[in-house]
């Protein structure tokens, strides 16, 4: 059988405006999809807006607009919202969409002739921002836990769903399917919540009080509960029941959602389901919340970080690298704009950035400004092969598990192999020797290769930088590359052009910009230490060097290692990684204290001191000179 996969976010209540939360979740369904279908896997993706109900009623009426007309508006800042995400949802739906209305009036016909609809009396306490009624039991100090406002106290006769009648089938389900809600945390949740008799759920709302909603077929006095309605947009939004697509894709639905929704998710709908003669879908994905300062970040709340904010300061492929990396599916994140640019800078300006500038500007120069030909890559240079194998293996596995940060750690490890590798080969000295010129191309030759295989794993996630990589390496038709062309090694075609491309990931200069808002005030300087004698001062050694060759040091924050030329070839260790990218510092002339006793920072034997000093806004900054000084020169 073909493969298939549907992935399905939640429609987003049109109260106001798409914040960062919302983004997480569409995009998360954005990197799932985009990798079946790198997979080869017939896909598809479903997203949209909630628009019936009470809050939006509310929210229409304050700005003096009808319900439908602030529904469209607020709906088409999530629909246009979502391509300049490059997010690649094949259908955006809505519940006002007459398909929908007209597929949520079968479903309530479908389980009312079942007989698992009744009319009863209900009264309770109701909050307005929940849209329901709440049990004495579940209210904290008499007010709606989630939103600290006391409820109204309300008597209605409405319609309900018999929804007790499937708890046992819905826990005998659960068990049998250990995934059927995941990570377990959640499973765990609403099992625990399962354990309690389940109470029916009123699916209806007397027009007389809201108008806003679909019609009940049976009762035209009567419009849906929102939840009712909303969630039978993942059927209907695939043609539910005689379409090709609802054939095709419902047998293999997955769901993502935050923990805020969960209970209608793992108990209403799959009761619904039941109830109404459908298969249950096949996973529900939960994952946590994005919070700031310890709070969810929420609508309701106004504590909102806007996406198109951060993608413009920062560019898009960042944001959806930081947001997939940060968050461990189904825990909760905070966000913070500086450990975002803190991972910018680390791992997409240095680590991939520079492997992928570094890698190109030595095909340029040592092989024409093509991709070599080699006849067989053995030795050593399998390492980046047996990676790559490697790594795709483990990235398939994060992705059944949904444990996206652990893809992209693979992923980043393979970087760091490359990067290595680069250093041991040393391809500038091959290239020195006639005779090292078929071991050269060799390595080049890899390398060009891992960029491919990387530029793959890296595009459900970055498919912007995975298009410009592809195209630094010549490849034509970067959208031909997909996880079937990289399981196959060495397909990189000899002779491709190389283009030239512009830096990937600029490194952003945050401190510059905070210290303009904090306008801090230096420390003094520290007092003058004891007086020391010319001979004492003469004993230390300081000299020019010139840097030859920077690099990061793998897993530190603040080390980079230097290759220096004092007259003789030395390395020296210096902890300015935070304040200086390794390119920057290539070529210039700096001052070193040359017989300082060696040290080893991370196991690197470092021989000799760089000097630096501060600068007014905390950063640092090395010792240089305002004339080219001579190479190995004694500074006095
Ligand atoms: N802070 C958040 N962290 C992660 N996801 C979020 C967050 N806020 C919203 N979402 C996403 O949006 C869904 C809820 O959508 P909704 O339109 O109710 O947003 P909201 O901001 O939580 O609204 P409100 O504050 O009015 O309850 C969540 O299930 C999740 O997919
Ligand atoms: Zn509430």
Known sequence: MENTYYVTTPIYYVNASPHLGHAYTTIVADVLARYHRLSGHRTFFLTGTDEHGDKIAEAADKSGVTPKAYADRISSQFRELWPKLSVTNDFFIRTTDARHIETVQTILRKVYDAGDIYFGHYEGFYCVGCERFYTEKELVDGKCPDHQTEPEFRKESNYFFRMSRYQEWLI??????PDFIRPERYRNEVLAFLREP???????????????GITLPFDENYVTYVWFDALIN???GIDYPDGENFRTFWPVAEH?????ILKPHGIYWPTMLKAAGIEPYS???VHGYWNVDSSKMSKSIGNVVRPLDLKDKYGLDAFRYYLLREMVFGLDSSFSEESFVLRVNAELANDLGNLVSRVTSMA???????VPAVTEVTGADRILADTAFRVLAEVKTSFRELTFHKALMSIWDYIGTANRYIVEQEPWNLAKDQSKKAKLDE????LLETLRVIAVLISPFMPGSAEKILLQLGIAHPDRENFGTIRTWGALAPGLRLQRGEALFPRIDYRSETAAVEQKIPAPPPPIKPEVSYEDFEKIDLRVARILEAEIVPKSAKLLKLKIDIGEERTVVAGIAKDYAPEQLVGKSIVIVANLKPAKLMGIESRGMLLATDTTDEGITVLSFDREPRT????R
Do not use: T
């Open 632 to 635: 190995g020169a004694k500074v």
């Open 364 to 370: 340029m120069k040592f092989c024409q400004g093509a």
């Open 283 to 285: 996973h529900l994905n």
């Open 256 to 260: 993502l959602i935050a923990k805020d």
């Open 443 to 446: 390595v080049i030759y890899s």
């Open 198 to 212: 389940l109470e029916d759920l009123c699916i209806s709302r007397p027009k007389a009080r809201l108008s806003w």
């Open 172 to 177: 005998a389900h659960i068990k049998e399917h």
């Open 234 to 236: 993942y059927i209907s």
